[in-house]
């Protein structure tokens, strides 16, 4: 069964620091995503990607991330200069059409420890 | 305001029996889903159950069912002879719209109890 992958699972970093997260989304989906979850708390939506452009974004995307699909198959979300508070499991997730009743599959996480 | 309310931080079940998660939402849309998604110890995200706005019958998917009731903006998810495996976190989830991301409630911590 085709599923979302995602590397690193762990990632533990400086202050100050970039990070790249990388996701391969489930190969005939069109619609990515990005979601955050800090320990013990809600999930949080960071980014949606569709036509190879951002389709929306909440405001904990600021300036310090950005998204891009760089070959077609990876969909990768950077964070340019780490703080103490972006430590949280990142999900990326994947849908095929868009439609309401259609499912977001998300990848395994990777768990970001910001030092 | 609060799009997804849980109100159950945390439930206990004894291991057989059934048990209700409750979920009520917010919107003014008409069309929407609603989504539950386990999430074990391990940290995954697992797809659980899914049920439309316009969506006439209650969805089921073996052990699961969600008991939409729609006037009242609820979508409670109802886990049958509860396992052991059935501990984890669970959350509720709504897109209102083509394409949206998901958004998601705070979570249940589900304890099954031997």
């Known amino acids: 069964e085709p599923e979302v992958t995602q590397t690193p699972s762990h990632q533990v970093t400086q202050m100050g620091q970039e990070v790249i997260l990388r996701c391969v989304p489930i190969s005939n989906h069109l619609y990515f995503y990005w979601y955050r979850q800090i320990l013990g708390q809600k999930v949080e939506f960071l980014v949606s990607?569709?036509?190879?452009?951002?389709?929306?974004k909440s405001e904990i995307f600021d300036d310090q991330f950005s998204v891009e699909r760089p070959d077609g198959s990876n969909f990768t979300l950077k964070i340019r200069s780490t703080k103490l508070e972006d430590s949280a499991m990142y999900f990326c997730?994947?849908?095929?059409?868009?439609?309401?009743?259609?499912?977001?599959?998300f990848g395994p996480g990777t768990r970001l420890l910001v030092l | 305001a609060q799009k997804i309310t849980q109100t159950q931080p945390g439930m206990f079940v004894q291991e057989k029996e059934a048990v209700t998660l409750d979920c009520t939402y917010d919107?003014?849309?008409?069309?929407?889903?609603l989504f539950w998604y386990k999430q074990p110890s391990s940290g995954e995200m697992i797809f659980l159950i899914y049920q439309g706005s316009y969506d006439e019958q209650n969805a089921t998917e073996g052990r699961y069912s969600l008991n939409f009731q729609k006037a009242r903006k609820s979508a409670n998810l109802v886990i049958s002879a509860s396992q052991l495996g059935d501990s984890a976190m669970y959350f509720c989830?709504?897109?209102?719209?083509?394409?949206?991301?998901?958004?998601f409630g705070p979570g249940t911590r589900l304890s099954v109890l031997p």
């Open positions: 990607f569709y036509n190879n452009e951002i389709s929306e």
């Open positions: 919107t003014s849309d008409q069309s929407y889903g």
């Open positions: 997730a994947s849908q095929g059409r868009g439609r309401i009743q259609e499912t977001q599959y």
């Open positions: 989830a709504m897109r209102e719209a083509y394409g949206q991301n998901f958004v």
